[in-house]
């Protein structure tokens, strides 16, 4: 029995999927949110580091064919010196931790040095991968039994592990990593009596947005892999259950599948949008142009928030508004209860949420966000003589408070947030737009268009061999005059009427 150090961490073994963030378990997703210390392998979907909480240390480890960031023994001192520190450390595994993950190998130095540790399983790819590409790896008629192996073992070794004549009679061989051995394997099941004529598929970044898949059986397998040059990470299926992809594929008939789509929006709103893309099928790629930041100054916006109960109407046209405001109430020690005899105007369903998780239902939600059509609804409510409260970013677009001032309001204007332009853009994401790897680039704002160009230095013509799609004529209008052809324009000017303008146009 092993006593764990007094005042020591722990670790959590924790599988993460075989790619799909979504795939992590509740479980492994809490002890990533906890943890102080992260230690990812290269199979990792970056989005699941978002889930670290701020502040703890990212450690990459991964390892690939002929090139370890870490050896094994590297990363199990890194374990052991992390919780004798008294830190809970997230290892951070594709798959399942012992399913070919070597979880075991480091949970037995964990007990060697009698640290606390838990295991958390997770989906590994042996059956994600297949299920993604439309393959059960069971299916009643066909076959009830499955095997998974590692493909790294030689099949040619006169020493193996692997009982290929046992292997060979298997109703569904699942084979992980074994790619480049894809030949060697093929070739000792069918000379243990598997017949040539077996359905076969291979799936390579399987449950990813990249996901490729390509089937045939043991006799052409090999050649049809070649030919689509399909290489590492991926799973080989044999068996029966291989042919049943043809009537059972889902994962590649999304609309927007294997679509590259940058989301130029603050890392604070991307989620939203990176979501509903994922959701139908494309890998959303994050790369904000520009940043939501508090004010330099908060004293305009603090005397109109103590003076709240002056103003008729507050008008709200965006959630960073909307976050901006109740985090000065609140710091005033006041809540919803103080817009008691205040009515509320939101720009957009979005920022109506918004006003709602702080306990407010709106009075008006006009049904377009263009400023003439808000102040048109404004003006339908009886402005003239009002006092009109706007708070809004420090960047001055259409003139709003003018409309309303011209129907006769006094009209305020506070600066509730800074939109603040991104320093740089990262080396691959240039590399990927000069080579044309970027389908879709979405702007939702003006200041997104204008900052990213910015970040371009001006140079449009990276822009060039990609679809540009915009949440509305007034960032259309921003795209045009610098330069930029919009191709997609979304008819509802929401994170949802940008998706579905996205995926309409893709049906052309």
């Not at 939101?346 to 109506?352: D, E, S």
């Given at each position: 029995?092993?006593?764990?150090?007094?005042?020591?961490?722990?670790?959590?073994?924790?599988?993460?999927?075989?790619?799909?963030?979504?795939?992590?378990?509740?479980?492994?997703?809490?002890?990533?949110?906890?943890?102080?210390?992260?230690?990812?392998?290269?199979?990792?979907?970056?989005?699941?580091?978002?889930?670290?909480?701020?502040?703890?240390?990212?450690?990459?480890?991964?390892?690939?064919?002929?090139?370890?960031?870490?050896?094994?023994?590297e990363?199990?001192?890194?374990?052991?010196?992390?919780?004798?520190?008294?830190?809970?450390?997230?290892?951070?595994?594709?798959?399942?931790?012992?399913?070919?993950?070597?979880?075991?190998?480091?949970?037995?130095?964990?007990?060697?040095?009698?640290?606390?540790?838990?295991?958390?399983?997770?989906?590994?790819?042996?059956?994600a991968?297949?299920?993604?590409?439309?393959?059960?790896?069971?299916?009643?008629?066909?076959?009830?039994?499955f095997?998974?192996?590692?493909?790294?073992?030689?099949?040619?070794?006169?020493?193996?592990?692997l009982?290929?004549?046992?292997?060979?009679?298997?109703?569904?061989?699942?084979?992980?990593?074994?790619?480049?051995?894809?030949?060697?394997?093929?070739?000792?099941?069918?000379?243990?009596?598997?017949?040539?004529?077996?359905?076969?598929?291979?799936v390579?970044?399987?449950?990813?947005?990249?996901?490729?898949?390509?089937?045939?059986?043991?006799?052409?397998?090999?050649q049809?892999?070649?030919?689509?040059?399909?290489?590492?990470?991926?799973?080989?299926?044999?068996?029966?259950?291989?042919?049943?992809?043809?009537?059972?594929?889902?994962?590649?008939?999304?609309?927007?599948?294997?679509?590259?789509?940058?989301?130029?929006?603050?890392?604070?709103?991307?989620?939203?949008?990176?979501?509903?893309?994922?959701?139908?099928?494309?890998?959303?790629?994050?790369?904000?142009?520009?940043?939501?930041?508090?004010?330099?100054?908060y004293?305009?916006?603090?005397?109109?928030?103590?003076?709240?109960?002056?103003?008729?109407?507050?008008?709200?046209?965006?959630?960073?508004?909307?976050?901006?405001?109740?985090?000065?109430?609140?710091?005033?020690?006041?809540?919803?209860?103080?817009?008691?005899?205040?009515?509320?105007?939101?720009?957009?369903?979005?920022?109506?949420?918004?006003?709602?998780?702080?306990?407010?239902?709106v009075?008006?939600?006009?049904?377009?966000?263009?400023?003439?059509?808000?102040?048109?609804?404004?003006?339908?409510?009886?402005i003239?003589?009002?006092?009109v409260?706007?708070?809004?970013?420090?960047?001055?677009?259409?003139?709003?408070?003018?409309?309303?001032?011209?129907?006769?309001?006094?009209?305020?204007?506070?600066?509730?947030?800074?939109?603040?332009?991104?320093?740089?853009?990262?080396?691959?994401?240039?590399?990927?737009?000069?080579?044309?790897?970027?389908?879709?680039?979405?702007?939702?704002?003006?200041?997104?268009?204008?900052?990213?160009?910015?970040?371009l230095?001006?140079?449009?013509?990276?822009?060039?061999?990609?679809?540009?799609?915009?949440?509305?004529?007034?960032?259309?209008?921003?795209?045009?005059?610098?330069?930029?052809?919009?191709?997609?324009?979304?008819?509802?000017?929401?994170?949802?009427?940008?998706?579905?303008?996205?995926?309409?146009?893709?049906?052309?």
């Open positions: 029995m092993v006593i764990a150090m007094a005042n020591t961490g722990t670790v959590y073994l924790v599988g993460a999927g075989p790619g799909d963030p979504g795939l992590i378990t509740l479980k492994g997703l809490k002890c990533l949110q906890q943890s102080d210390v992260v230690i990812y392998d290269r199979l990792i979907n970056p989005q699941l580091l978002k889930h670290a909480k701020p502040g703890a240390e990212i450690i990459y480890a991964g390892k690939s064919v002929g090139y370890h960031t870490m050896t094994q023994e990363i199990n001192f890194l374990l052991i010196s992390k919780a004798r520190e008294g830190k809970k450390v997230c290892r951070l595994k594709g798959g399942d931790p012992f399913v070919f993950g070597r979880g075991g190998e480091e949970a037995e130095a964990l007990v060697k040095e009698g640290l606390h540790y838990e295991v958390v399983p997770g989906i590994t790819s042996a059956i991968a297949p299920a993604y590409a439309g393959i059960p790896v069971t299916q009643r008629g066909l076959t009830s039994s095997a998974v192996i590692t493909g790294h073992e030689d099949p040619t070794k006169e020493e193996g592990q009982d290929w004549a046992a292997l060979a009679k298997m109703g569904t061989l699942v084979c992980l990593m074994g790619a480049e051995n894809l030949p060697n394997i093929v070739n000792k099941l069918i000379e243990h009596g598997r017949s040539p004529s077996t359905p076969a598929a291979l390579q970044w399987g449950t990813w947005p990249k996901q490729r898949v390509v089937d045939g059986t043991l006799s052409d397998i090999v049809r892999a070649r030919e689509a040059k399909l290489g590492p990470p991926a799973v080989t299926i044999i068996g029966e259950v291989a042919a049943l992809r043809d009537k059972l594929h889902w994962f590649d008939n999304k609309p927007l599948f294997g679509k590259r789509v940058l989301v130029t929006r603050s890392r604070e709103q991307a989620s939203r949008l990176s979501e509903l893309l994922a959701e139908l099928g494309a890998e959303p790629l994050e790369t904000p142009a520009i940043r939501i930041e508090e004010p330099e100054d004293g305009p916006l603090d005397e109109a928030v103590g003076d709240i109960r002056s103003y008729q109407w507050i008008v709200f046209a965006s959630v960073n508004g909307v976050n901006g405001f109740f985090r000065r109430l609140h710091a005033q020690g006041k809540d919803a209860r103080a817009l008691a005899s205040t009515k509320i105007c939101a720009v957009g369903p979005a920022t109506a949420t918004a006003l709602k998780e702080q306990g407010i239902i009075d008006l939600l006009p049904k377009e966000y263009l400023t003439s059509a808000v102040v048109a609804k404004l003006g339908e409510q009886g003239s003589g009002a006092r409260l706007l708070p809004r970013t420090d960047i001055v677009g259409e003139d709003m408070a003018g409309g309303l001032e011209a129907l006769g309001a006094t009209v305020d204007q506070v600066v509730a947030y800074r939109t603040v332009a991104s320093k740089e853009l990262p080396d691959d994401l240039v590399e990927d737009l000069h080579k044309g790897r970027i389908d879709i680039i979405t702007f939702a704002s003006s200041s997104t268009v204008r900052n990213l160009v910015s970040l230095n001006g140079d449009i013509s990276l822009l060039s061999k990609t679809k540009i799609a915009s949440i509305g004529p007034i960032t259309s209008k921003m795209a045009g005059e610098l330069g930029l052809h919009v191709d997609i324009e979304a008819q509802e000017h929401t994170i949802s009427g940008l998706v579905d303008a996205i995926v309409e146009a893709l049906k052309l």
